[in-house]
């Protein structure tokens, strides 16, 4: 590229530059914005509401699909037998039997994005009988309903936990760079005091203060506050530092002899410098916050059943029946792990295009 060219672009043209280069960050970013659009329209791609039991098909494994021309995609329904002493099912595929699998067919009715009406879903069963691709959980629910129903819940939880923590250390950690002084020795012992206490304990405080009468909503938006005013800390120091390195700058020397105000310096003139460093820091710290409603959840401080969410899949699965029988209740876990290096190397490449004149 002409250094001509360089020298005229936007920071913004730099970076995304600076990211296109970065191949592994770049099909990342898309697998991130894949899980997302899958978050947002859940009720439409999840073959049902994950929440129909069926007491036949507990802990049923999950059903090859196949196709023909004369049926098109189908499945076989499985044929169960109960053992008399172990009261054990175990399910064979009736091969004598098909069950036809069609595109936008006609199912449980939702809400789509929460106020459109409609009974309209991706994929499933189209002429009745029962299809569970992932298989069943231990009351006969199908799995992969519930694993695309659970990612709205654990990556929403993720943005707005981390959007929290964005304007806690934006505001806490631009006040401790620019204004300094006490100002700054207070609130920085703050951040040490809480990055000294053990992370999981302390979200267990907190998270045990939350009534056990409040309804799944109200402990949804309760452990996104836990986990924000827990992780707001590392990105007050990546503020503090940027305002450090910049608050001796000549365009902020400027701003303050023309007259403007403190906040305005602070969030008007200094803040748009490293907003690009910023939202890099953003993309890695939502990983985070999916791993530890993860973890909450799992050990059943988090949210619970009827709400759905990785963590609640996981918590589930924590039994030995799941391990050794039904191994397809630890698939929550795939999701979990692919979320997380996805949107790591999808931080990563933002980062590292976050400073392009470094290069």
Request: with cysteine; aromatic share 10%.
């Amino acid at each position: 590229m002409k250094d001509e060219t360089l020298a005229v672009a936007s920071q913004w043209k730099l970076v995304w530059w600076g990211f296109k280069r970065h191949r592994v960050a770049l099909v990342c970013g898309f697998v991130t914005v894949a899980i997302y659009l899958v978050a947002v329209f859940a009720p439409f791609l999840a073959p049902g509401s994950g929440q129909r039991t069926n007491a036949d098909y507990t802990y049923a494994p999950p059903q090859a699909l196949r196709f023909d021309t004369d049926t098109g995609l189908y499945v076989h329904p499985y044929t169960f037998k109960q053992d008399p002493e172990t009261l054990a099912l175990s399910f064979e595929a009736d091969e004598s039997k098909k069950v036809p699998v069609g595109f936008f067919v006609k199912g449980e009715p939702y809400e789509l994005l929460g106020f459109i009406p409609w009974d309209r879903h991706l994929i499933g069963p189209s002429g009745g009988g029962n299809v569970y691709l992932l298989g069943t959980d231990s009351v006969g629910r199908d799995l992969l309903s519930r694993i695309i129903r659970g990612t709205t819940v654990s990556m929403s939880i993720g943005l707005v936990g981390v959007l929290l923590s964005l304007v806690l250390g934006i505001v806490l950690g631009g006040v401790s760079g620019y204004v300094g002084g006490r100002t700054d020795t207070v609130i920085q012992r703050v951040i040490e005091i809480i990055m000294s206490i053990p992370t999981i304990p302390l979200w267990m405080a907190l998270f045990a203060a939350v009534p056990a009468s409040w309804s799944q909503l109200e402990r949804y938006f309760a452990l996104t506050v836990v986990i924000s005013l827990v992780g707001w800390t590392g990105m007050a120091r990546e503020v503090r530092g940027k305002f450090f390195a910049v608050r001796g700058e000549e365009y902020v020397m400027a701003a303050t002899a023309d007259g403007a105000g403190r906040l305005r310096i602070m969030f008007r003139h200094m803040l748009p410098s490293f907003t690009s460093h910023i939202i890099a820091n953003l993309s890695l710290s939502i990983p985070s916050v999916i791993l530890a409603e993860t973890a909450l959840s799992f050990i059943g401080l988090g949210l619970q059943t009827p709400m759905i969410s990785w963590g609640v899949l996981l918590q589930e699965a924590q039994n030995i029946r799941a391990v050794s029988t039904a191994p397809w209740m630890l698939i929550p876990g795939i999701a979990v792990v692919v979320t997380v290096l996805a949107m790591n190397f999808f931080g990563d490449g933002l980062r590292d295009a976050a400073d392009p004149y470094k290069h």
